[in-house]
């Protein structure tokens, strides 16, 4: 698998959280490749199914990473120019001076988020941040046209195609969650060269940034013996420091706190040490912050894991991951699944 290719592709989709249709068709078709079954349930999650070879009553595990991105919504207009409420969490820090794609319902539109020139500011707002209620997006329309062409509604996604840095890594938007999606393509990719016992379901969630609908409802109607959470993590960059952030190119990390049922982080550590695969721990000491953290109290309770992509510049439109954490993260995964047995089913409960 070609995984900078497919990152790319991915990163480049767009799929807001709450409209993922166009991502979603991509991972169906990128993870169609090798599972047995594919769908889409009823509130746009992404399932894929691949069955495991065990002759009884097949164990499942449920694999979650979110697919949708932040963005914008347009709430009103004035002269012209276009206001925006943000679609989950949006820094307006690195906002001014951004290309973004308005998604009218007649066609797309391209802008840019402005704001006003420094010269013409107070002296005491020069310095300030500025908020996103002050910011606004220039389409180059006259006002009548802009009535005519956008309305109250239309999606507003940010436009950046994805750049190649140094020592292989790539910077662009969307790598919070596309990253681990692309994982997940590489583990299925290394699952069917292989016997595995459980059936694995995997799922690209929606409105993860929003309100992670998309992993309660698909663990509630999938009700997987066990659960994995793959998300991107804070990455190691100036101004970072402390027990929160890990270094790119080191592989993934490996949660471990009371979001994590404690046999199910030991079994991916272990799997890690098997195969000599570079993996970090990482401490959440309270919530992760990931589809985990709903995942795991679904029904009566799941036993649930999360791994981790660390990930610079998190939330803005230049993401910066390495693609071989997402090959190493996806290596972990199918590792782990490919010795899951009975006994350790039953041991998840002693």
């Given at each position: ?206 409105q993860e940034e929003t309100s992670a609908l998309g992993a309660a409802t698909s663990a509630f109607g999938i009700a997987p013996d066990a659960a994995i ?122």
């Amino acid at each position: 698998m070609d995984v900078n290719a497919l990152l790319k592709k991915l990163s480049q989709t767009t799929g807001l959280s709450g409209y993922e249709t166009k991502i979603r068709a991509e991972v169906l078709a990128e993870w169609g490749r090798f599972v047995d079954e594919t769908r889409t349930d009823k509130v746009g999650n992404a399932v894929a199914v691949k069955r495991g070879y065990a002759r009884k009553a097949h164990r499942k595990i449920m694999l979650a990473s979110h697919m949708d991105e932040i963005g914008f919504m347009v709430a009103g207009f004035s002269h012209g120019f276009l206001r925006v409420s943000p679609i989950g969490g949006i820094d307006a820090r690195v906002l001014p001076g951004q290309e973004v794609i308005v998604h009218s319902r007649q066609r797309d539109l391209p802008g840019i988020i402005s704001s006003t020139p420094p010269h013409l500011l107070k002296p005491d707002d020069r310095s300030k941040v500025i908020s996103l209620d002050q910011l606004w997006i220039d389409v180059g329309l006259a006002p009548a046209q802009v009535n005519r062409f956008v309305s109250i509604g239309d999606l507003v996604s940010i436009r950046r195609d994805v750049t190649e840095l140094k020592n292989g890594l790539l910077a662009g938007k969307a790598f919070d969650n596309r990253a681990s999606v692309a994982a997940v393509a590489v583990c299925l990719e290394l699952l069917a060269t292989i016997q595995h016992q459980w059936d694995v379901i995997a799922v690209a969630t929606v409105q993860e940034e929003t309100s992670a609908l998309g992993a309660a409802t698909s663990a509630f109607g999938i009700a997987p013996d066990a659960a994995i959470a793959i998300d991107v993590t804070y990455g190691v960059q100036y101004g970072s420091a402390g027990n929160e952030v890990f270094p790119l190119d080191k592989g993934p990390t490996i949660g471990i706190g009371p979001n994590m049922q404690p046999k199910m982080t030991q079994g991916l550590i272990e799997a890690a040490q098997r195969i000599k695969l570079d993996h970090q721990i990482e401490p959440m000491a309270g919530s992760s912050g990931t589809d985990g953290w709903l995942i795991q109290v679904v029904r009566e309770g799941i036993p649930t894991g999360v791994v981790g992509i660390p990930l610079r510049s998190m939330h803005t439109p230049v993401e910066v991951v390495s693609p071989r954490d997402v090959e190493q993260t996806g290596r972990l995964l199918a590792e782990f699944i490919g010795g899951l047995d009975e006994k350790f089913y039953e041991s998840l409960t002693e």
